[in-house]
Structures are given as structure tokens and as C-alpha cells.
């Protein structure tokens, strides 16, 4: 799952309209928004639209949070185009669970703005939405899996050009499909340069590899770049001066162990950052080192009074 895994990644529209992802391809599903008004998939929710389709459960404390900070970063760098020309859908697996309001709170928690809805529906209607978007996994799945699909789709139901995306790819990528590319670059905007802009003199680290792909979502590093001031974890800068090696390998190892075993530092970051709790991304002890190195490398790069 580490890169974009694209139906026709560059083949010409005539060929990608052929695929079965054209128009009387997709169900009119019943569902319900997280306001509890009714909708139908087809009709009201990608009908002419570019959108952005995932499929998650609140209860999913694991991969989910992940996937949902990714987008939401993706929602950050798209702005007010979200919810006029880019729509965004994020649909429960967990249907018995995750009722409307149950969603309401998850979109509450992580900030989701507007033009993001989440639904919930019938569990038999939504498995096969699901089958026919091409994200059920035979085998895999028992409704509470852990490891569901991990995938969403994103496409332009007027051109007939759907792709299958990792969350975890860089959101400016994500960000420029759904707002350059599928719209036939139309409103061409300078999504793409922001990527370019993100200095990079150095090749990363390691640690920096890891840290942009898996916590940056989340995190920001007194960058105050994209997800920070309005991160959905603290700022990391420091971090590793403020707290002792030991608690930081142990959380990074096992945060939901350690709420569980009511750590008291755990205990009141938890309170603090909105009762969201940091998934456990099970890290090994090399990438936890490498990622320490980086945030202490960071910090002393950052801190340290530039002295001419
Ligand atoms: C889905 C969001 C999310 C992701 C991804 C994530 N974190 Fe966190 N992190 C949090 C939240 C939220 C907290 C605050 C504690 C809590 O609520 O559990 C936190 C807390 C922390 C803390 C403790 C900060 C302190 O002040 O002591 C560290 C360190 C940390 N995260 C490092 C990381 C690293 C390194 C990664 C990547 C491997 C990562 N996090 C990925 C959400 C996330």
C-alpha cells in the first residue's frame, strides 16, 4: 500500500471511458448523511461531481484515523473547493454501529469540514456498493476487519475517469488529481507547485521518510505547514527534550496500550487532543529509533539561533 495503484493511470479518456465505471455502472444505494437526511448514492452523491469515496468505521482505531487525517489533508490544501466542485464521501463499514450521529461526533473529533460527508446505511446495501466500486476484499472482511480495504476511490462521474488511490500517498498528489486532473485541468491552479515548493534540499532520512508518510497527517513540526496550528496531535517539535527517551519509545510502540493501562501522560494528552486517540502504527524498534533521531535532529535545526 505504498503507492497509487491506478486503474489507467495514463491512458487517454476514450479507453477509461470504455472501463466499467461509466454511467448505469454505479447502484443508487440508499444511505443516510451524518445529519441524518437521506440520500441516494448515484442521484445525489457523485452525479456529475468529482469526488473523493472511502469506506471506514468509527471503531476502527487502527488504519482508519490515518486514512481520515490524510484526506483531511487533502481537504486543507483543496480549501473552499471542497463542497463546490470536489466532494468528498467517507461511508461506514460498521452500519450497525456507526449511526448518523455516531458519525456526526467522528466528523466533530477530526475537524472534517464542509463539502465532507459521511454515511451510514442498510449493511447489506453497503457491502455491495462496496463489491461494486472494487474495495471488498474477499476473505478479509467480517464487517469489524481491521484490515478492510484500505483504498478510495476518486473519479469524475461525468468523464467516466475513476482511479483507485492510497490514502497514504502525498496529499498534494491527491489533492492535485481531485482538483487539476480530473477536472481536465480546467481550473488549473497551482496546487502542484505547492509540492514543489516544500523545500527539499537533502535527501530525507529515513526517520524523515517515515515521519511524512505516517505521522505528518497528524502532526506538524514547528513547520507550522499544513495540519498545524490546527493539527490533530500536539506539535512534535521539542518533543523529544520534553519527555523521557523510555515513555517515548513505549508510545510509540503501544500508545492504546499505554491509555489503556491509564498512563498519566497518555491519560491527558488524550483529554487534551479532543478523546482522539493516537493509533498504535506498529512501528519496530528501527523505525522507532529512526524516527526519534529525525525529531531530535529536527528540533536542534529548528532551536538552535542561527549564529553567523
Ligand atoms: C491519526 C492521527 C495521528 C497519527 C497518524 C500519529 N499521531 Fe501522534 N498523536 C496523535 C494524537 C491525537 C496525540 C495526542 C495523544 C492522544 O490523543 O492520544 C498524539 C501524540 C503523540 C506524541 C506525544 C506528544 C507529547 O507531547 O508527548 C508523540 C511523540 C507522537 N504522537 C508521535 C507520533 C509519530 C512519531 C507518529 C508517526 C509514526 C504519529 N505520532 C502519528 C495523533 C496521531
Known amino acids: 500500500m505504498t503507492c497509487l495503484l491506478f486503474w489507467h493511470p495514463h491512458a487517454p479518456q476514450d479507453v477509461e471511458a470504455a472501463t466499467p465505471w461509466g454511467q448505469d ?5 440508499p444511505l443516510v448523511t451524518q445529519d441524518g437526511q437521506p440520500v441516494r448514492f448515484f442521484d445525489d452523491l457523485i452525479k456529475d461531481k468529482v469526488v473523493a469515496v472511502n469506506f471506514i468505521f468509527t471503531g ?5 484515523p490515518v486514512e481520515t487525517a490524510r484526506l483531511r489533508q487533502v481537504q486543507k490544501i483543496l480549501g473552499d473547493r471542497v463542497g463546490k466542485d470536489i466532494f468528498l464521501y467517507s461511508i461506514s463499514i460498521d452500519p450497525y454501529n456507526d449511526t448518523p450521529a455516531t458519525l456526526k461526533r467522528y466528523a466533530e473529533k477530526f475537524g472534517l469540514g464542509p463539502g465532507w460527508t459521511l454515511l451510514t446505511g442498510e449493511p447489506g446495501d453497503i457491502e455491495q ?3 461494486r466500486l472494487g474495495l471488498f476484499i474477499e476473505g478479509l472482511e467480517n464487517g469489524r476487519s481491521k484490515d478492510h480495504n484500505l483504498s478510495l476511490i476518486i473519479g469524475n462521474q461525468k468523464t467516466g475517469r475513476w482511479m483507485k488511490a492510497s490514502p497514504f500517498e502525498s496529499p498534494y498528489i491527491l489533492a492535485d488529481r481531485l482538483g487539476n486532473s480530473l477536472h481536465n485541468w480546467k481550473n488549473a491552479s497551482n496546487l502542484a507547485n505547492d509540492y514543489a515548493h516544500a523545500p527539499q ?10 515521519y511524512r508518510t505516517r505521522c505528518s497527517s497528524c502532526h506538524s513540526l514547528g513547520d507550522g505547514a499544513l495540519g498545524a496550528p490546527h493539527g490533530i496531535g500536539p506539535d512534535l517539535l521539542g518533543v523529544t527534550r520534553q519527555r523521557e527517551a523510555k515513555w517515548l519509545v513505549n508510545w510509540l510502540k503501544a500508545p492504546d496500550k499505554m491509555l489503556a493501562e491509564k498512563d498519566p501522560l497518555a491519560l491527558l494528552l488524550y483529554e487534551q487532543y479532543n478523546r482522539l486517540p493516537m493509533p498504535n502504527m506498529r512501528l519496530g524498534d528501527t523505525e522507532i529509533n529512526a524516527l526519534l533521531v529525525y525529531l531530535e535532529e529536527e528540533t536542534q535545526r529548528i532551536q538552535t539561533p542561527v549564529t553567523r
Open 60 to 64: 476502527c482505531s487502527d488504519s482508519c
Open 201 to 210: 534540499v537533502r535527501p530525507p532520512s529515513t526517520g524523515e521518510q517515515i
Open 25 to 29: 455502472y454505479f447502484p443508487n444505494t
Open 129 to 131: 456498493l462496496r463489491r
